[in-house]
């Protein structure tokens, strides 16, 4: 019995030491809410789309579906906070230019052919290297000129949603073939939203990454202390550099994944506002947005719990212009929890509780 007894505490003091805490706690609570609040939040039902295929729906469906290009996102932008000590604010400006570049390949000449002039893996290529260019850009003012990660970003911030209507030479367009839905919709015949399946792919694809290569460890060392890093050997200005590269690339899926669900793109609303729940799930996964160790499990998995929020705010009826000021409450808390004062006083609390039961059992 005290040999299973000491198991728990084990397993236990582990999970309280795991980054994971934080978002398990969120979404824990986030659970318990809808429960009593409203058990239907968590009903699955099956229907069928429009061609007349299964699919599955439900807010669960909703946050798989939307929290997906989130994750992918929060990806790349983990990356950018442990190797930068910064974040990018551009992503959502990004997304516009990337989803463009896309809709302009396929579309060739014609705002609303009958049939793509292209192959969509063309397209995304062509996309992805757009972004990925994006992304060099904004490393170079950070690695190169050494400006502030926010401040950089500022540029495409500002000018990225124009320069993806002049791409389009302000037009709308439209692709009317079915296929391209689907990246953004449901593969026919499997009734689970095919974004899941993408940030699935993305998220082995990261991790195959990291436990293969030195990758993480060099982007934690540089985050850490860049100075040190250089003295052992590597160049923290191409890790920077590199880190707002793959970002472009998560930027270029997520960008795939938008304009698929509309065969459209509106330059001013797509993806508008998403970097700040990008930011929101480095964050919620423990990372320390001053750069340094990282967990990305914690990051993708913050992503599902931010998108579990906007989904129950929804579902009651709160207001979109509404949101900002929810989150912003879960940014407070968060900036809060993790200063260093705050983690003092609830160290000494606990030592002191910790004291009192040993007096107590000792007497």
């Known amino acids: ?63 798989l579906d939307c929290g997906s290009e989130l ?38 000449g014609n705002s ?16 992805a290297l757009a972004t990925m260019a994006l992304g060099a850009f904004n490393g170079v003012l950070v690695a190169k000129f ?27 367009p439209i692709i009317k073939d079915v296929e391209f839905t689907y990246f953004g919709g449901f593969i026919p015949g ?24 030195n990758l993480g460890l060099y982007t934690q060392a540089v985050g850490i202390n860049e100075s040190s890093s250089k003295l052992n050997g590597l160049n923290p200005d191409f890790i920077k550099f590199l880190s707002f590269v ?25 993806a508008k506002d998403i970097e700040m729940d990008a930011i929101l799930a480095v964050a919620l996964g423990g990372n320390k947005l001053s750069g340094g160790k990282f967990n990305m499990g914690a990051s993708i998995l913050g992503a599902y719990v931010i998108q579990f929020l906007t989904t129950t705010l929804y579902k009651f009826d709160v207001p979109s212009d509404a949101l900002p000021a929810y989150k912003a409450i879960v940014v407070i808390a968060l900036v809060v929890m993790s200063a260093p004062s705050v983690r003092e006083k609830l160290q000494s609390i606990k030592k002191s509780l910790s004291s009192k039961k040993v007096s107590k059992e000792v007497a």
């Open 1 to 63: 019995m005290s040999k299973d007894k000491s198991n728990g505490s084990q397993f236990w003091n582990k999970i309280k030491r795991s980054q994971m805490l934080i978002p398990l706690a969120a979404l824990l609570i986030m659970v318990i809410f809808n429960l009593i609040a409203d058990p239907s939040f968590f009903a699955i039902k099956l229907g069928y789309s429009s061609a007349g295929y299964p699919v599955l729906s439900g807010y669960l469906m909703t946050i």
């Open 71 to 108: 994750a992918i996102l929060a990806i790349g932008m983990t990356l950018v906070t442990a190797a930068c000590g910064g974040q990018d604010i551009s992503v959502g400006a990004t997304i516009a230019v990337g989803g463009s570049v896309m809709l302009r390949v396929l579309c060739g």
């Open 112 to 127: 609303h052919p009958e049939t793509m002039q292209a192959p969509i893996i063309v397209a995304f290529i062509v996309g």
């Open 146 to 172: 050494k400006i502030q990660p926010m401040v950089a970003t500022l540029i495409l911030f500002t000018a990225g949603r124009s320069i993806a209507a002049w791409v389009n030479n302000n037009e709308l």
């Open 190 to 213: 499997i009734p689970i939203p095919t974004p899941f399946f993408i940030a699935l792919g993305c998220g082995i694809i990261i991790f195959l990454v990291l436990k293969f290569t």
């Open 246 to 270: 793959i970002l472009g690339l998560c930027v270029a899926v997520a960008a795939l994944i938008k304009v698929s669900r509309l065969s459209t793109i509106n330059y001013s609303v797509i």
